[in-house]
């Protein structure tokens, strides 16, 4: 079975650009989440979508949007790039909302760089 | 502050050398505690999931615990190939989003 996949693998823009990163869950699960993670750090949170609703907002500015589609696959979008956005951008999707008994499975993730 | 910190930062070990890696957390209400194992480049690999203080889970020459404060990740006679950094979350709360640490960068030379 294919596991969760991302596009583009990788990613290079300018400051004030906008980018769309695209997610496709693995079969069957309905719930999407976004992480950050920046050289050295671990993933940090950015959203969670489950049945196509926002469920969960960590604490970035509101240039970072997401949503979910019918079929569950997602977009995160970007804005108004800063050098500060490079990093590699994580999805990952769950059976259901990432609570108890729900592991999070984790996509290959898209490079950003931002120059 | 910190929610989730991983120590050591770095470890190296030699081939056969057994050690653990520590993971402790300062938030209440733990809903669970996971491990993922990420390679250069690539995303985070499930490893386990712990949810009760006292639980513990193997696979090959791992095996996770947890305590009220704290997991740790013990490998046992350690292979070049598992040379990675291990990363600890914690989910907790009314959303499903987890914390991670920084990770710990395990070498383990032959």
């Known amino acids: 079975d294919a596991g969760v996949t991302q596009s583009p693998t990788h990613l290079i823009k300018t400051r004030g650009q906008h980018v769309t990163l695209r997610c496709s869950p693995i079969?069957?699960?309905?719930?999407v989440s976004w992480y950050q993670q920046v050289l050295g750090q671990g993933p940090q949170f950015i959203f969670q979508y489950y049945e196509k609703e926002e469920r969960g907002r960590g604490n970035f500015p509101d240039r970072f949007s997401a949503r979910q589609f019918p079929n569950y696959s997602s977009e995160l979008n970007v804005n108004a790039l800063l050098l500060g956005d490079s990093a590699l951008y994580l999805c990952?999707?769950?059976?259901?909302?990432?609570?108890?008994?729900?592991?999070?499975?984790f996509g290959p993730g898209t490079r950003l760089t931002v120059l | 502050e910190d929610q989730v910190t991983q120590s050591p930062e770095a470890l190296r070990l030699q081939e056969g050398e057994s050690s653990s890696l520590n993971c402790s957390y300062t938030v209440s209400g733990l809903r669970g505690l996971f491990w993922y194992r990420q390679d250069p480049g690539k995303g985070p690999e499930f490893l386990f999931t712990l949810y009760s203080a006292g639980e513990e889970k193997e696979k090959e020459r791992l095996k996770a615990t947890l305590t009220k404060k704290e997991s740790f990740l013990h490998i046992t006679a350690p292979k070049p190939e598992d040379s990675a950094t291990y990363l600890c979350a914690v989910l907790w709360g009314s959303q499903g989003n987890l914390i991670f640490g920084k990770g710990t960068k395990l070498s383990v030379k032959p």
């Open positions: 990952a999707s769950s059976l259901g909302l990432a609570g108890s008994y729900n592991e999070q499975f």
């Open positions: 079969s069957g699960h309905k719930s």
